[in-house]
């Protein structure tokens, strides 16, 4: 199987110049894409595939970005995180009521469409949103 690479894909909903009011910031939101259901997750987490990184949404985005929040449209419970600093996207499984533990990521070599959370929901089929927020100055 193949290792599962992500594509950012922005809202049209927004232009370009989405961003705070005093113009320091600008910000893009939208949705994520995975390669296929098939391929598998790594530990360490997800790169965009060449040509869909956060750098390439648009102006201002080949920036270091102030934040990323990626979250579940759809209530799958997985939590996503960007990391900055391997520009991956890593995937946790809910530890809810551990109350003694940080939610574990998720199983090296696991397919997405067998990373099953609420509702049945697969990470795969999950309506992942994004919103990334860079600065201008």
Known sequence: MATATLK???TTIYGSSFGSTDEETVTYSG???FSAAADVYLTGGIAPLAGFALKNLGPFADRTPLAVFIFSRNGSGWNY???LTT??????GSAAGS???A???VTNN???SGLTGNGGLTVFTDVIG??????RI
Do not use: R
Request: hydrophobic letters at 40%.
């Open 103 to 105: 939610d574990p990521e």
């Open 99 to 101: 109350g003694t533990s």
């Open 130 to 135: 994004f919103q990334a927020t860079f600065p």
């Open 31 to 33: 949705t994520l894409a």
């Open 87 to 92: 520009g991956k996207l890593q995937i946790y």
């Open 8 to 10: 950012f894909v922005p």
């Open 81 to 83: 995180q960007w990391n």
């Open 110 to 112: 696991t397919a997405l």
